[in-house]
C-alpha cells in the first residue's frame, strides 16, 4: 500500500501572502486618553502567544507583530510611556542553537510552484539563535513559549544548564536575569503600572495536541510530578493563578491595573481540523483483503464477547473494523477508553497470541466525533518496516498521540472551563479587565468566520487568515484582533480612549519557495 495522506494543498482563490508588515500610523487628528489607566510601565506576561510565536517557531517579524508589541505602540499614543522592550531572537528564520547544536526547527512557510500546490513546509536555513548566549537588560514581553501557569513561579527555569534536561526553558534561559529567577519575579522587578496576562493555554493544550497522551493530574500539587503533556489540577490552576495576579495586582503587590486573557477551546483550532477522521483510499482488492483480515474479529470474537457477557452489544459494535471500496475509510486506532479484552483474547475459547490479542484489545475505527493532530498527517499511511500489510492507521492502529477522542474532547473542554471560571472570578476580584479568548476564538472558528473592521477572518487552515502555518498560534493579523479586543476591554474598563488596531493592515502566511 502506498501513503494514504498527502498533506493538504487546501488554498483558496485570493489567498493573502505576504510577509507581514507592522501597522500603519494612525489618522492624524485623533485624541486619546490612558482614562484611568496608567501605561507608563507596560509589562506583558504569558506563554508562546505572548511571545509572538507563529507558523512553528519565535522569530523576528512574529515578536514584532506581537499582541503586547502591538498594544504598547498605541497606549505611546495616549501618555508618555517607556520604550517596550522584546527579548528578540537574531533570525527570521526561528529556531534555536544549544552549544551550536540545533534544538528546535525553522518556521513554516508556504512553499510550492503555485497556489494549487502550495502547501506549509519548513523554511531551509539554520537557526543563529544560540540559547547560551544570554541577553541583558529587563524586557517588556515577558511571554515565554511552552511555559505553563505554574512555570511562571518556577526558580530555575531560566536556568541554561537546565535547557539540555528539560528542567528550563530554552526561550527564557535567554534573557532570565538570574538562574534562580522566575518569570514572574523578573516582571515585577520591572514594577509594572499596567499588564496584561495571558496564561493556561498550554496547562491543557499539550494534553490535547498529543493526542491525550498525558494524564489530569486531578489534586495534585507537586508540579515537579507532572509529565509534559499532563493536564494540571483545576485548583491548582486557580491557586497559582490567583497568585500571579495577587502580585502583580493586589493591595500588597504592586496594586498595577490590567487585563486577563482567558482560554480557547483547543479544539477550535486547525490543528484539530484540518486531517479528517476517514481519509483512507481503497480499491476493491485492498478492502476485500482487509475485511478478510477482520473478518474473524467482527462475525466470531466479538459475538462471542458478547454471549459471555463480557462486552455489551452496543460496544461490540462499535469495535468493528470494516473497510469498502472508496476514498473515505476511517482510520483505525487504540481507545484507552475501551474496555481491554487483550487477557481475555489468550484465554480459551479465543486462544490468540499474545501479539494479535494486545492488537485487538482496545481496537475501533475512528467515527466522525474523533479529532486527528495536523502532525499525523504525515504518518498516517506509512508502513512499518516498509511491510506493505503493516499500514499505519490501517492494519496497524494509531496509538494514541496521533487521536483525541470524544472522552478526552470532553475532559479538555470541562477544565478549560474550570480554568475560565477562575480567572473570571479573579479578574472580578482585582477589578481588572477580562477579554474573552474563549468565545472570540470559538466565533472565529464558526462556519464563515467573522467580518471584524469589514476584514474576513477565520481559522479555516491557510486561507482564512487568523491562524500562521502550525494550525495552533495566530498570524500577525490573528494577534491583531487579539490587541484590538483588549483595546476595547481597556477603554471600556478603564474610561479610556486607545485607539483601535487597524486589523486589516496586519498579514498572514508567508510564501517562500526556499523550503526544506
Known amino acids: 500500500m502506498k501513503n494514504y495522506f498527502k498533506y493538504i494543498a487546501i488554498l483558496a482563490l485570493g489567498i493573502v501572502s505576504c510577509e507581514p508588515e507592522l501597522e500603519n500610523p494612525i489618522e492624524d487628528g485623533g485624541v486619546y486618553s490612558n482614562g484611568e489607566a496608567d501605561f507608563s510601565n507596560y509589562v506583558a506576561l504569558g506563554n508562546s502567544l505572548t511571545a509572538g510565536y507563529a507558523d512553528g517557531a519565535l522569530y523576528i517579524t512574529g515578536q514584532e507583530n506581537s499582541y503586547p508589541n502591538i498594544l504598547a505602540s498605541k497606549f505611546?499614543?495616549?501618555?508618555?510611556?517607556?520604550?517596550?522592550?522584546?527579548?528578540?531572537?537574531?533570525?527570521?528564520?526561528?529556531?534555536?542553537?544549544?552549544?551550536?547544536?540545533?534544538?528546535?526547527?525553522?518556521?513554516?512557510?508556504?512553499?510550492?510552484?503555485?497556489?494549487?500546490?502550495?502547501?506549509?513546509?519548513?523554511?531551509?536555513?539554520?537557526?543563529?539563535?544560540?540559547?547560551?548566549?544570554?541577553?541583558?537588560?529587563?524586557?517588556?514581553?515577558?511571554?515565554?513559549?511552552?511555559?505553563?501557569?505554574?512555570?511562571?513561579?518556577?526558580?530555575?527555569?531560566?536556568?541554561?544548564?537546565?535547557?539540555?534536561?528539560?528542567?528550563?526553558?530554552?526561550?527564557?534561559?535567554?534573557?532570565?536575569?538570574?538562574?534562580?529567577?522566575?518569570?514572574l519575579a523578573d516582571a515585577l522587578a520591572q514594577n509594572p503600572t499596567f499588564f496584561t496576562l495571558w496564561i493556561g493555554n498550554n496547562d491543557v493544550l499539550s494534553y490535547a495536541t498529543s493526542g491525550g497522551a498525558g494524564v489530569y493530574q486531578e489534586n495534585v500539587t507537586d508540579f515537579t510530578q507532572y509529565g509534559p503533556n499532563d493536564i494540571t489540577d483545576a485548583n491548582a490552576f486557580a491557586f497559582v493563578y490567583n497568585s500571579l495576579v495577587g502580585q502583580l495586582a493586589g493591595q500588597d503587590g504592586l496594586g498595577a491595573e490590567g487585563v486577563l486573557i482567558n482560554?480557547?477551546?483547543?479544539?477550535?483550532?486547525?490543528?484539530?481540523?484540518?486531517?479528517?477522521?476517514?481519509?483512507?483510499?481503497?480499491?476493491?482488492?485492498?478492502?476485500?483483503?482487509?475485511?478478510?483480515?477482520?473478518?474473524?474479529?467482527n462475525t466470531q470474537i466479538l459475538p462471542g464477547l458478547v454471549?459471555?457477557?463480557?462486552?455489551?452489544?452496543?460496544?461490540?459494535?462499535?469495535?468493528?473494523?470494516?473497510?469498502?471500496?472508496?476514498?473515505?475509510?476511517?482510520?483505525?486506532?487504540?481507545?484507552?477508553?475501551?474496555?481491554?479484552?487483550?487477557?481475555?483474547?489468550?484465554?480459551?475459547?479465543?486462544?490468540?497470541?499474545?501479539?494479535?490479542?494486545?492488537?485487538?484489545?482496545?481496537?475501533?475505527?475512528?467515527?466522525?466525533s474523533d479529532l486527528i493532530p495536523l502532525t499525523s498527517s504525515s504518518f498516517?499511511?506509512?508502513?512499518?518496516?516498509?511491510?506493505?500489510?503493516?499500514?499505519?492507521?490501517?492494519?496497524?492502529?494509531?496509538s494514541d498521540q496521533h487521536v483525541l477522542t470524544a472522552e478526552e474532547q470532553a475532559l479538555v473542554a470541562q477544565v478549560t472551563a474550570q480554568y475560565n471560571g477562575a480567572i473570571a472570578a479573579i479578574a472580578q476580584e482585582y477589578s481588572l479587565g477580562l477579554v474573552d479568548a474563549n468565545a472570540l476564538l470559538s466565533s472565529i472558528a464558526s462556519d464563515g468566520g467573522l467580518n471584524y473592521q469589514g476584514v474576513p477572518v477565520s481559522a479555516t487552515f491557510v486561507s482564512g487568515g487568523a491562524f500562521s502555518l502550525d494550525g495552533v498560534h495566530l498570524t500577525p493579523r490573528g494577534y491583531a484582533v487579539i490587541a484590538n479586543e483588549i483595546v476595547n476591554e481597556i477603554n471600556a474598563t478603564y474610561s479610556a480612549d486607545v485607539p483601535a488596531v487597524d486589523v486589516g493592515s496586519y498579514g498572514t502566511v508567508t510564501i517562500n519557495n526556499n523550503v526544506q
Not at 477550535?268 to 474473524?296: C, E, R
Not at 490468540?352 to 467515527?367: H, K, M, S, V
Not at 499511511?381 to 500489510?389: A, D, Y
Open 76 to 183: 505611546a499614543l495616549t501618555q508618555e510611556t517607556v520604550d517596550f522592550t522584546q527579548p528578540l531572537v537574531n533570525d527570521n528564520i526561528g529556531g534555536l542553537l544549544l552549544g551550536g547544536n540545533q534544538i528546535a526547527e525553522p518556521r513554516f512557510v508556504l512553499g510550492g510552484e503555485s497556489l494549487a500546490t502550495a502547501r506549509p513546509a519548513r523554511y531551509n536555513g539554520t537557526p543563529t539563535t544560540e540559547v547560551s548566549s544570554k541577553l541583558s537588560g529587563s524586557f517588556s514581553n515577558m511571554g515565554v513559549p511552552g511555559a505553563k501557569s505554574f512555570h511562571l513561579l518556577a526558580p530555575g527555569y531560566g536556568n541554561v544548564a537546565g535547557v539540555a534536561t528539560g528542567a528550563a526553558n530554552p526561550y527564557f534561559a535567554r534573557f532570565a536575569s538570574s538562574d534562580n529567577t522566575t518569570v
Open 380 to 398: 498516517i499511511g506509512t508502513t512499518v518496516n516498509n511491510n506493505p500489510m503493516l499500514v499505519n492507521g490501517v492494519s496497524v492502529p494509531l
Open 263 to 297: 482560554i480557547p477551546n483547543v479544539t477550535d483550532i486547525p490543528f484539530f481540523k484540518v486531517v479528517p477522521v476517514n481519509p483512507i483510499p481503497l480499491d476493491a482488492a485492498t478492502a476485500g483483503a482487509l475485511n478478510a483480515q477482520f473478518g474473524a474479529y
Open 307 to 368: 454471549q459471555l457477557g463480557l462486552l455489551t452489544e452496543a460496544e461490540a459494535n462499535s469495535r468493528k473494523i470494516t473497510f469498502a471500496e472508496g476514498a473515505q475509510n476511517f482510520v483505525t486506532l487504540v481507545d484507552e477508553d475501551l474496555t481491554d479484552i487483550s487477557g481475555i483474547l489468550q484465554q480459551a475459547p479465543f486462544n490468540l497470541d499474545p501479539q494479535t490479542a494486545g492488537l485487538l484489545g482496545q481496537l475501533r475505527q475512528a467515527t466522525p
